[in-house]
């Protein structure tokens, strides 16, 4: 293979084959468009990040509580949460609130993220995850309220179905054993392989089917150097 014939193979006699070579094309490109499959929602990472929005809640609450700092102090705290990175305008509205507003905001962040979370989220669709928690948000809310409770949830919801290997494997490996061969078909007197082509694995397979190759390697195996001189030596007497 990859050596430049120097004159033309004729096919001695009809020949139909199965070829090993297409077929595996074709069983590469079935199982090619399989589509990924990702595991069902992982209902403990949905109580995981329920949970830590619950602890930032009750921090945040504690916060607006804290008569012993001033409140610049207490929105610095608030800005400073770690992985928030909470907005100058939402630390205000979080401050600003009474504390019955406050406990919608409390009641339905936590309500969002559940919701949100009981979807499958996959990684490449959690920017498409986090935009659709405002869907769930109360109407009843006031546009500050409906600001800190997006604002967390967007930071709270998290992938949670991930890519299943094993199971994705198992279907592409269904779908290319359910691949019919391939045959070919090669007419007496048909060039196999024309003067100054390039020779490559799918000519070698014609030939070892005609009986031109005198060797036993395996087509697949990507005959050498060697084994092709030989066989064309013998073409030519």
């Known amino acids: ?28 490109l079935t199982a090619s468009r399989v589509e990924s ?6 209902a403990n990472i949905e109580r995981q990040q329920v949970g830590r929005a619950q602890e930032i809640l009750a921090y ?4 607006r509580h804290d008569d012993y700092t001033t409140l ?3 929105a610095e705290e608030l800005a400073a949460i770690p992985g928030l990175g909470l907005p100058s305008s939402v630390v205000v509205e979080v401050l600003s609130l009474d504390e019955g507003a406050w406990q919608e905001v409390v009641t339905e962040t936590t309500y969002v993220i559940a919701q949100v979370m009981r979807e ?6 959690l920017v498409d995850a986090r935009r659709r928690a405002s869907s769930f948000i109360s109407r009843h809310l006031s546009p500050g309220q409906t600001e800190i409770v997006a604002e967390l949830a967007r ?9 299943d290997a094993r199971a994705t494997e198992a279907e592409r490996e ?27 694995a799918l000519d070698l397979e014609a030939l070892a089917a005609l009986g031109l190759q005198k060797t036993n ?4 195996s990507h005959c050498s150097y060697v084994i092709f001189a030989a066989f064309i030596v013998s073409l030519l007497g």
């Open 60 to 63: 945040m609450d504690a916060v």
């Open 120 to 125: 499958s989220i996959k990684e490449e669709e």
């Open 1 to 28: 293979e990859g050596d430049v014939a120097p004159r033309d193979v004729l096919a001695p006699r009809d020949q139909k084959f199965e070829s090993s070579i297409l077929t595996a094309q074709v069983q590469a």
């Open 37 to 42: 499959i990702h595991t069902a929602p992982d």
């Open 174 to 200: 269904k779908a290319r054993s359910q691949v019919e061969p391939t045959m070919r078909i090669v007419k007496k007197g048909e060039v196999i392989i024309q003067k100054g082509h390039l020779v490559d």
């Open 72 to 74: 610049p102090e207490r």
């Open 217 to 220: 390697v395996s087509v697949a």
């Open 155 to 163: 930071n709270l919801i998290v992938p949670n179905s991930t890519y």
